[in-house]
Nanobody
Framework: QVQLVESGGGLVQAGGSLRLSCAAS????????MGWYRQAPGKQRGLVADITRGGSTNYADSVKGRFTISRDNAKNTVYLQMNSLTPEDTAVYYC?????????WGQGTQVTVSS
């Protein structure tokens, strides 16, 4: 059974940092790209960043220069380092593993940035 388990969310003041982790089970992690999405109240879920199996990365314009996605293939874990956080970054953050016809999601972790 495929599982994606996020951790690392919480409450932080503007300007602060958080690091999110997503641990993936089974062979799902090593077989393809991984991504982070977020959904704020009243808004659609959108891509924050993704990373290929080889380590190539892609970021939403709103987080470029502040967020860094990385993966540890030995630990089946993908990370999202978030710096210089602003209240606009407040959202539920979801780990994603797109695998052909299946699209796997974690349960989400709340990130709240206070002003």
């Amino acid at each position: 059974q495929v599982q994606l388990v996020e951790s690392g969310g919480g409450l932080v003041q503007a300007g602060g940092s958080l690091r999110l982790s997503c641990a993936a089970s089974g062979s799902i992690f090593s077989s393809g790209p991984m991504g982070w999405y977020r959904q704020a109240p009243g808004k659609q879920r959108g891509l924050v960043a993704d990373i290929t199996r080889g380590g190539s990365t892609n970021y939403a314009d709103s987080v470029k220069g502040r967020f860094t996605i990385s993966r540890d293939n030995a630990k089946n874990t993908v990370y999202l380092q978030m710096n210089s956080l602003t209240p606009e970054d407040t959202a539920v953050y979801y780990c994603n593993a797109p695998r052909g016809v299946k699209n796997y999601w974690g349960q989400g972790t709340q990130v709240t940035v206070s002003s």
